[in-house]
């Protein structure tokens, strides 16, 4: 009578752990998911940064500009995120009557998990600027 009642048992358990388990997984593949666009999105942001950090102190405004996406797409490249999926483009402002460099860093984010759920685009678009003034 007891080994009957254990059978049972571990069949539920085995019942249970196979609708609990895709849940887990489709929580902890999420969990990664959001992970990896904040730090593209990070990425994204620091390699803004450095582009009008680098675009800043040139004095003139043709190397300014080829600074700028230059160093860019190298911190882009090195911090291993896909450069062929990103687009930088630099422009010059005046801010607070001095003259600044903007840069922006667009990327496009391809999802693997927002390609199974609907109403979610498969292909997120992440941007990020920064301005800072030049040295002249």
Do not use: H
């Amino acid at each position: 009578m007891k080994c009957l009642v254990t059978k049972k048992r571990k069949g539920s358990a085995m019942v249970e752990m196979a609708l609990v388990l895709p849940l887990l997984i489709l929580l902890l593949v999420g969990i990664v998911e959001f992970s990896r666009v904040l730090m593209v999105k990070q990425v994204i942001t620091n390699a803004a940064r450095e582009g009008a950090r680098g675009a800043a102190i040139r004095l003139d405004d043709a190397g300014a500009i080829t600074t700028a996406f230059n160093t860019s797409v190298n911190y882009l490249s090195a911090s291993g995120v896909d450069v062929k999926s990103a687009q930088v483009n630099s422009s010059f402002l005046t801010t607070s009557g001095s003259p600044a460099i903007q840069v922006v860093v667009t990327y496009r984010y391809n999802s693997m998990l927002t390609e199974w759920i609907p109403g979610i685009p498969a292909i997120l678009t992440l941007r990020s600027a920064a301005i800072m003034r030049r040295e002249v």
